[in-house]
């Protein structure tokens, strides 16, 4: 005899559900005969099912930090080099996915309007990146912060995410 697979028990389960007669949960909805609780637990105990979520719970709680890089992209090697050292201390890095000053063969064809727009749109995704970070490492070189870099810092903050420097701030958000 083989053994079920999973759906196969879940299906054992759909087939013949919880009653509520047969427990001692209040019913939520009384025109539904089925114990939602029950039918929960009775999934959940489904051994592979209790693997995979005890997995997902552990993955959950061992996830790497994630942090945003922010700065002007007229540093490139300093993006890369922080990219470098924090995915090697088993960080995970969202950083710029290009650079309009370096990457000009893309851009060289493009009328002022064009590149003007993807720079918008470039900046609306590196929001949706701080969004998912954890804290926000500010790439000031030379202790300069641009007012792309300073509009991040304060859609940041306003998130209540931790913000760390490259360099020591000297008077405030400096430009």
């Known amino acids: 005899m083989t053994d079920k697979t999973i759906r196969e028990k879940i299906a054992e389960i759909e087939h013949k559900p919880p009653r ?10 009384p025109w539904n005969p089925v114990c939602d609780t029950c039918f929960a637990d009775a999934i959940l105990a489904i051994p592979e099912i209790k693997e995979g979520q005890e997995l997902r719970e552990k993955a959950g709680r061992e996830r790497p930090e994630i942090v945003c890089l922010c700065g002007s992209t007229r540093f490139g090697d300093a993006f890369q080099k922080a990219n470098l050292d924090l995915t090697l ?19 060289d064809r493009l009328t002022t ?8 749109r470039l900046d609306k995704l590196h929001l949706r990146k701080i969004d998912l970070a954890d804290r926000v490492y500010v790439l000031n070189v030379g202790g300069y ?10 859609y940041a903050e306003s998130l209540g995410k931790r913000i760390e420097y490259l360099e020591p701030l000297v008077s405030g958000l400096q430009k």
Not at 20 to 29: F, R, S, T
Not at 145 to 154: F, K, Q
Request: glycine share 8%.
């Open 89 to 107: 201390v088993g960080i995970i890095v969202l950083s710029i996915g290009c650079n309009m000053k370096t990457d000009g063969e893309l851009f």
């Open 20 to 29: 509520w007669k047969d427990c001692e949960h209040a019913p939520l909805a």
């Open 145 to 154: 912060i641009g007012d792309s870099t300073r509009a991040e810092v304060a």
């Open 113 to 120: 309007d064009q590149r003007n727009q993807i720079k918008v």
